[in-house]
């Protein structure tokens, strides 16, 4: 999904789950910081980072819309030469949810690399994507993309011919759909907290 | 049995199928061959109820059910595998997974893990394929000939009863050709299923004898013969085999 070609100092991960306290972050010189994030129910947030020279920034956003939340991520890039990825993958199952993500690169900064990629599936719920790219230089390479849909058709069809009931088919691609965002490692704190719930 | 009478199907607004008919009595062997964009992997298709095309009239019938009443996985469970032209990958759903939850839900019996990989492992060695794909995501990374033997390994898992080949052959290289087909005819004699290959090359029925060779065209069969009019196909072309009047027309 991202490719290292560079080797920073110190290399952070916080990992969080069903835990909606508003973080508030700044990503030093030199240093990558890596924020998972996986809600069962997806709660009112806000994440606001601060990056400055040759770092790298990525937050992983996941999980289940079950009652009406707005999400916030804010991203201030200060400096020049950094890396900044947000990704969300959000399952609407009830109600509604705004994500908005706004990435800052001011007028003086240099060479920093932006992407956004918000993905949604809508069950019986919906949600507003709200990506902001304000950048005031030209020496920035942003991108952003949002895509809401259903299911892939193709891949329901695949699964179904094989035996599988639809509501099991869209079981195992709702979870392969928030699973391909993120590390074995986390996965596997999921994966711990299930076997302890149940 | 599994029997189509009088399928007319459109996909687009374009009539694919027009008064289609076919009968495959239990354990026979059955080929169609038809020129690109005929509409063999629409059959195929439709046959699973894929909700991509619109059936207008006829009957699809299978073991006396008709398939046009039941959803796609229910024809699964009624025991029909389509493997496709061009199996998708689907990236985080692992072939093991798939395949487990598959029998789950199916066969409502608890499934011995230990029994289950032992069979796959096996499969996968018989099709001289890597044991390294039971665990990796749905055809993700595996080459066009990969896939195919992957398709085969859900077949041997899934135990269907008719299963669908649709260009199976296509590829494969000489080598995996042979193993595919020991694989299939293998498979065949145990479980005494019914087949329905789509190819364009005769080749692949060296090795699979089937019972009848069928020509589609304009919507529905056209020639009916055995494995020598495949044959004519390939030195003729369909053109000039669609013209001759010798055996194997019954029509
Ligand atoms: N989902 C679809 N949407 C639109 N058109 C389709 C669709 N599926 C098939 N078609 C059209 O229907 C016709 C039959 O296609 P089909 O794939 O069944 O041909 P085929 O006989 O399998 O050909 P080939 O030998 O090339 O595999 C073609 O004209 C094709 O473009
Ligand atoms: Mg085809």
């Known amino acids: 999904m991202v490719i290292m070609n560079k080797l920073y100092k110190d290399r952070k991960v916080i990992n969080i789950i069903d835990d909606n306290t508003n973080l508030k972050i700044e990503v030093e010189k030199d240093n990558m910081i890596i924020i998972n994030c996986f809600f069962d129910n997806i709660q009112d947030m806000q994440i606001d980072v601060k990056q400055f020279d040759d770092s790298y920034l990525v937050i992983n956003y996941a999980g289940f819309i079950r009652e009406n939340a707005n999400v916030n991520i804010n991203v201030d890039v200060i400096g020049n030469n950094n890396k900044t990825v947000v990704n969300t993958r959000t399952i609407s199952q009830k109600n509604h949810a705004t994500f908005e993500v706004k990435i800052k690169a001011n007028e003086s900064t240099q060479n920093n690399d932006i992407i956004e990629d918000l993905k949604a599936i809508n069950e019986e719920g919906t949600v507003t994507f709200l990506p902001v790219l304000q950048v005031d230089t030209k020496e920035v390479n942003a991108s952003h993309f949002a895509t809401i849909g259903g299911f892939d058709k193709n891949e329901l069809f695949y699964l179904e011919s094989k035996g599988l009931s639809t509501n099991k088919a869209k079981d195992i691609l709702k979870r392969s759909f928030i699973e391909n965002l993120f590390s074995d490692n986390f996965l596997k704190m999921l994966n711990d907290r299930k076997e302890e719930h149940e | 049995m599994f029997k189509i009478m009088g399928l007319t199907a459109k996909v687009d607004n374009n009539i694919i199928l027009n008064d289609f008919n076919m009968e495959i009595n239990d354990g026979e062997i059955h080929v169609i061959m038809g020129h690109n964009g005929v509409g063999k992997s629409t059959l195929c298709k439709i046959i699973m109820n894929d909700e991509n095309y619109d059936i207008l009239n006829g009957k699809i019938l299978f073991n006396g059910k008709n398939l046009r009443d039941l959803k796609t996985y229910e024809i699964a469970r009624e025991g029909i595998m389509l493997i496709s032209q061009n199996p998708i990958a689907i990236e985080g759903v692992t072939n093991a997974e798939v395949l487990r939850t598959a029998l789950r839900e199916t066969r409502n019996d608890k499934i011995n893990i230990f029994d289950f990989n032992k069979k796959m492992e096996e499969v996968c060695d018989k099709l001289k394929l890597s044991r390294d794909f039971i665990h990796k995501d749905i055809n993700v990374g595996a080459s066009g000939g990969e896939?195919?033997?992957?398709?085969?390994?859900?077949?041997?898992?899934?135990?269907?009863?008719?299963?669908?080949?649709?260009?199976?052959?296509?590829?494969?290289?000489?080598?995996?050709?042979?193993?595919?087909?020991?694989?299939?005819?293998?498979?065949?004699?145990?479980?005494?299923?019914?087949?329905?290959?789509?190819?364009?090359?005769?080749?692949?029925?060296?090795?699979?004898?089937?019972?009848?060779?069928?020509?589609?065209?304009?919507?529905?069969?056209?020639?009916?013969?055995?494995?020598?009019?495949?044959?004519q196909i390939e030195k003729y072309g369909f053109v000039s085999t669609n013209a001759m009047t010798e055996d194997g027309n019954h029509e």
Do not use: Q
């Not at chain 2, 498979?187 to 060779?213: A, G």
């Open chain 2, 147 to 231: 896939r195919k033997k992957i398709e085969l390994l859900h077949m041997a898992i899934l135990e269907p009863k008719f299963i669908m080949l649709d260009e199976i052959d296509s590829g494969l290289d000489v080598d995996a050709i042979k193993d595919v087909a020991s694989f299939i005819n293998e498979y065949h004699k145990e479980t005494k299923c019914s087949i329905l290959i789509i190819t364009h090359h005769p080749n692949i029925i060296d090795y699979i004898k089937p019972n009848y060779v069928h020509i589609l065209d304009e919507g529905h069969i056209v020639k009916t013969g055995d494995y020598l009019l495949a044959k």
